[in-house]
């Protein structure tokens, strides 16, 4: 008790396993586990312990009063999952907001492209008969739905994804963030830059920043 391993192995924000965080377990990464030293080694501040948990509480963990237990990095509780977003799988919640966002886009241009192309259809050309004895009307109906659904979803996670990118490249939480507005953080000390800083979250390889796959490649403490 008190690797990396463990303590992932019980986190709420790796999704789908168990959030029940066994006590006597001392949130301390191993030497060579590179993400966590990729958190942590940055990170100052003394030690603490959390006023809930009863346990040690290193830099940047925060205690989740849904979970009702400490997440590294935590960012927020995601209703939608059950589980909390945290450094495990921030990228993860980046990227399916990324592809929502290009898939709802795609679709809003497939049906503007279908309406704009039914708009100068000639009636010779046999298009327009064609699409009435269709049922034009029910198709009409199922795509105005479609782009409701589609632009609703676009602009929630557009405007989502743009608050996520925002804090990213300041190396921050919407936690840290709102403790930055509040004053209880005073500064931040996480910041090295824009490049650095997205490094953090979606891994030191670039290529790969779009993939949804963890960089086990990262060296301890590259920041």
Known sequence: A????????ERPDLILLPSVTPEGVVYAPDAHDAEAQLTLADAPGSARTCKRCRAHKPPRVHHCRVCDTCVL?????CVWVGRCVGMRNHKAFV???????LATSYSL?????????????SRNSGVVDAMVSARLPYLILFMTFGAMVSLGS???CGLLLSWQLYIAVRNLTSVEYHKLLVGTQLD?????????????LL?????????????????????
């Open 109 to 121: 241009l497939l049906m503007l492209r279908f309406i704009v192309h039914l708009g100068v259809a």
């Open 188 to 200: 931040n000390p996480y910041d090295r830059g824009t490049f650095r800083n997205l490094q953090h």
């Open 73 to 77: 990095r935590m960012d927020h509780h």
């Open 203 to 223: 891994g030191r390889r670039p290529w790969l920043w779009l993939v949804p796959v963890r960089d086990n490649r990262a060296k301890p403490n590259p920041l």
């Open 95 to 101: 990227l399916f907001l990324f592809y929502v966002v």
């Open 2 to 9: 008190g690797g990396a391993a463990q303590w992932w192995a």
């Open 154 to 156: 676009l602009m929630g």
